[in-house]
């Protein structure tokens, strides 16, 4: 009988729960995946060292060394190895094994054993999988807590493929992401971006079978499985995509190896460190490498150590107390020349604030680099309810014919359900809003309607955006009565516009009371 979604989603949930009594919510994850993904390296390497022994029976003459490579060549995909080997101690490092032993003290350090052996058996794989396991400690999470998650999680079906696709198993991980970003507040929107938010950027980014695709700040690596996602959506392959992603945060970064197995996905390489300070994919020139496909959702207004000398920065260095614009300078830079596009989500800021930013933003545009902006509803995000926008870069010299010189500005505010305490996109807003996109009314006059008038486009002359000092304020091309729709985007647009045009007037007036040899005014 096959499993069900709900079934196996309402089992894990079960053993997540049982951490109520030791953790916050925010921390549940740091024990839960690392244990679901041994307890499904473990039932796969049970099933298939299974199927070899019931297919080889007439193998029980052959050395344990030849049964072994029979076994690895043709059955096995990874090594489940022993631990405390040649003692009377030595047992398999897997699930069942372990759990055979929650009677005896010293539970955590057997698991951690265990989880330590099988990423040194398997360093092309699983290095560094399971992350800094600290929970495993004693003082940190009690034997008698970690041996009841392990009984509840040992309640679910066997998690391989002879029983569950992996379809299931990749949704029941995306479930628990889920599930662990509602109840983790703030820290949820370095973890977990909304699964309708990656459908739209990767929908427009459009990724193609056998092209590399690259997240600088990958978190659980959602838009990474989503590239995927969308080949095998559309009958194609996804597993032929080379896919590439780094985070800052160790555990994070094992979550997000977990969660592309989980998916099926092999061809990917997950790096630790920090993006802006050090890039982990490069050439052997020592620039950064190149792929055809870049998309993130990095932290938004990140404090940084602003660059002294590096390549990426074009048009100047992000400041120090946001580095939006950095991340959009490494994205640029990762580029392929020939058909590199890149894709970011951002807070509204980026678009109209100035010093540094406006310098940057004014090459990136002298450039043409940018083909689009599109905002989207506010409240989309679990750890922010401010309206976000989707930036759409093009490597130079790229774009279609009919979009050089012009950006393509879209409205999205509207474009949204509400549900429970945020706003979602729903399938049909995400369609309108790639239908959009990729629209070929190249009209440079009014705003065109799209999704039933919920949503507006334009494309702008470079020359207009120029002429507005560089300024990408949405609400300043495509126009909105606040009257008729006083949403918090449309309000805070309309703010922005008037806070731009005040400082604008203020920059005018100090340059004349300078002339006229009167200081002491501060901007």
Request: some cysteine.
């Amino acid at each position: 009988m096959a499993v069900t979604q709900q079934e196996i989603e309402s089992r894990l949930w079960d053993a997540a729960d049982e951490l109520r009594v030791a953790m916050p919510e925010a921390q549940y994850s740091s024990v839960v995946f690392p244990l679901m993904f041994w307890k499904y390296l473990s039932d796969t390497w049970e099933h298939h060292h299974q199927e070899f022994l019931a297919e080889n029976e007439g193998l029980a003459n052959l050395s344990a060394e030849e049964a072994h490579e029979i076994e690895y060549r043709d059955y096995q995909s990874f090594e489940i190895p022993f631990i405390y080997p040649g003692t009377v101690q030595q047992r398999r490092a897997s699930w069942s094994s372990i759990l055979s032993t929650l009677a005896h003290p010293g539970l955590g350090q057997r698991v951690r054993t265990a989880l330590q052996a099988i990423e040194t058996a398997n360093p092309a794989k699983f290095s560094r999988l399971f992350g800094s396991m600290t929970w495993t400690a004693e003082e940190v999470l009690s034997g008698e807590v970690l041996a009841a998650v392990m009984l509840a999680m040992d309640r679910t079906p066997k998690m391989h493929e002879g029983n569950m696709s992996h379809d299931v198993l990749g949704g029941a991980y995306e479930y628990l992401l889920k599930r662990f970003s509602d109840g983790s507040g703030t820290r949820a929107g370095q973890f977990f971006t909304p699964r309708e938010v990656v459908e739209l950027i990767v929908e427009i980014l459009d990724p193609k079978g056998y092209e590399s695709v690259y997240d600088p700040t990958c978190g659980s690596g959602g838009m990474l499985i989503a590239s995927a996602n969308l080949l095998k959506a559309h009958s194609k392959r996804g597993y032929t995509l080379k896919l590439y992603g780094q985070e800052a945060v160790p555990d994070t970064a094992g979550v997000a190896r977990m969660n592309l197995f989980m998916h099926n996905l092999d061809q990917f390489q997950v790096e630790v460190g920090d993006t802006l300070k050090d890039p982990r994919f490069k050439k052997p020139d020592g620039s950064v490498a190149q792929f055809d496909v870049i998309l993130a959702n990095p932290p938004y207004g990140l404090k940084w150590k602003p660059w002294t000398n590096d390549p990426r920065a074009i048009g100047g260095v992000a400041p120090q107390p946001s580095a939006d614009w950095a991340f959009v300078q490494h994205m640029i830079a990762s580029m392929d020349p020939q058909k590199g596009r890149a894709g970011v989500v951002l807070p509204h800021g980026v678009l109209f604030r100035g010093g540094q930013e406006a310098a940057i933003r004014k090459r990136v545009l002298d450039d043409d680099l940018l083909e689009a902006v599109i905002g989207l509803p506010a409240n989309l995000f679990y750890s922010t309810a401010i309206p976000t926008a989707i930036l759409v870069f093009r490597a130079p010299g790229t774009k279609a014919p009919d979009r050089q010189g012009r950006v393509l500005f879209i409205d999205a505010s509207k474009m949204f359900t509400k549900v429970k305490k945020r706003n979602v996109l729903t399938e049909a807003d995400i369609a309108d809003t790639v239908a959009a996109y990729h629209s070929d009314s190249y009209t440079d006059g009014d705003p065109v309607s799209h999704g039933g008038g919920r949503l507006a486009s334009r494309f702008v002359p470079l020359a207009e955006i120029a002429a507005n000092e560089y300024d990408l304020n949405i609400g300043r091309y495509i126009k909105q009565a606040a009257a008729e729709s006083e949403d918090l985007g449309t309000l805070i647009d309309v703010y922005n516009i008037a806070r731009a045009e005040r400082q604008k007037t203020e920059a005018r007036m100090l340059a004349v009371l300078a002339a006229a040899g009167i200081e002491g005014f501060d901007e």
